[in-house]
């Protein structure tokens, strides 16, 4: 007799439907559409690690872009000052403040960026910084012509120790034991670096502290002042970093003038012989490029990593800039004067991560943005990547 379908038995039901699968005692339906998901899952797997693999690509450009033209920038401004009898500084620096004014306008007309445009109401309230920020470039300039390039970078950590007593006495931030121990090492290393140094130059190093004092006023001053600045942009918020390269540089323009007069350079300028060299034309004109780019280099490499890694990376390319010095500029040292700028490079070093650290235990916030604003809050340590570094 033959069984009714409804009587056919399991074996009976797995043998006449392909698509039934036994897990076990159990037997389940398979989708045509399970194999698929698999495959789709897979080429998202790929995709994913592919993305991974250009991220990695990505922030190793963008940090060699930052490193090279970080370290070029120190180098060339140094031997534009100190290897062609160029005696008009201010003169060098008109030039980039105008090179930099005339790229960040041309980069605005293709499209690539926004500026904000002229405002009296920001320039009124912008000025004060602008003045600081040329205090900042000029006494960098001065210094760089005096001083040893290893020199220059062991003593710019001086900065580090104005600015956080200028964080602690107006605005109550405090740090930890390991960010003192640091910055005591600086000090020391520097003091040691100046007493050690076989090109010791009074008048450089005097240069060099003002040149700390100015940047570490314009760390602490600007934070307030871009906070002023908000409720006049057109957006409403702070300016952007390449609007803040555009107004530094263009009102630049009239204190360096008033500079170039005072230390008589609009009438030696003509007379310098330097102008004659096409190789200190070249040398020049690519100094205030560099200064204009490593905004974009700087930028872009903060954009693809942590704060903290963009801290470090600034401190270990000092590094890199001081035993290029010491080798391109031929610079007599000892092994005594040596040890001083390797211990202080070093606890600059060590500074970052110990502030990173310490500040991490003092904000409960997580991410890689909120990284990011924890490494740099403390109102007068923000990262000055919205300047041209010229030099400085």
């Known amino acids: 007799m033959k069984r009714p379908e409804s009587a056919k038995s399991p074996r009976d039901a797995e043998a006449a439907s392909p698509n039934l699968k036994l897990r076990g005692a159990d037997v389940l339906p398979v989708s045509p559409r399970d194999g698929q998901a698999k495959d789709a899952s ?45 005696h008009c500084p201010n003169a060098l620096l008109l030039l980039h403040c105008l090179l930099a004014v005339f790229l960040v306008k041309m980069f605005e007309v293709v499209g690539w960026i926004k500026l904000e445009p002229l405002k009296w109401s920001i320039i009124k309230i912008w000025f004060p910084v602008n003045l600081l920020f040329v205090g900042m470039i000029v006494t960098s300039f001065f210094s760089l012509k005096l001083i040893g390039v290893a020199m ?70 600007l934070s307030g002042t871009m906070d002023r600045v908000a409720q006049f942009t057109t957006s409403k918020e702070r300016m952007t970093e390449f609007s803040m390269v555009y107004y530094n540089n263009l009102l630049s323009i009239g204190p360096i003038l008033i500079l170039m007069l005072g230390y008589g350079e609009v009438i030696t300028l003509p007379t310098q012989a330097a102008l004659t060299n096409p190789e200190f034309i070249i040398v020049a004109l690519v100094g205030g490029l560099l200064g204009f780019g490593i905004s974009f280099t700087s930028l872009w490499y903060m954009s693809r990593t942590t704060a903290t890694v963009y801290s470090l990376t600034g401190s270990l390319n000092k590094i890199l800039v001081a035993v290029a010095g010491i080798l391109l500029f031929a610079e007599p040292t000892t092994l005594r004067n040596l040890m001083s700028i390797v211990v202080g490079l070093a606890a600059g070093v060590i500074f970052v991560l110990a502030k990173a650290y310490g500040d991490e235990g003092d904000i409960g916030t997580t991410g890689r943005c909120a990284w990011a604003v924890r490494i740099n809050l403390g109102p007068g340590l923000k990262r000055m990547m919205v300047v041209t570094h010229l030099g400085s």
Not at 157 to 181: A, E, K, M, P
């Open 42 to 86: 897979k080429e998202v797997n790929i995709l994913a690690a592919d993305n991974v693999e250009h991220q990695k690509v990505v922030v190793l450009l963008s940090g060699l872009l930052y490193i090279s033209t970080s370290a070029s920038l120190i180098l060339l401004n140094k031997h534009a000052l100190a290897s062609f009898q160029f």
């Open 152 to 221: 220059f970078t062991l003593l710019k950590n001086l900065s580090n120790f104005i600015t956080i007593i200028g964080d602690w006495y107006f605005f109550g931030r405090t740090y930890s034991l390991q960010v003192w121990c640091c910055l005591i090492l600086m000090v020391g290393s520097a003091c040691f670096g100046g007493y050690t140094d076989l090109r010791f130059s009074l008048e450089g190093y005097m240069w060099q502290l003002l040149n700390c004092i100015f940047t570490s006023a314009y760390a602490l001053y």
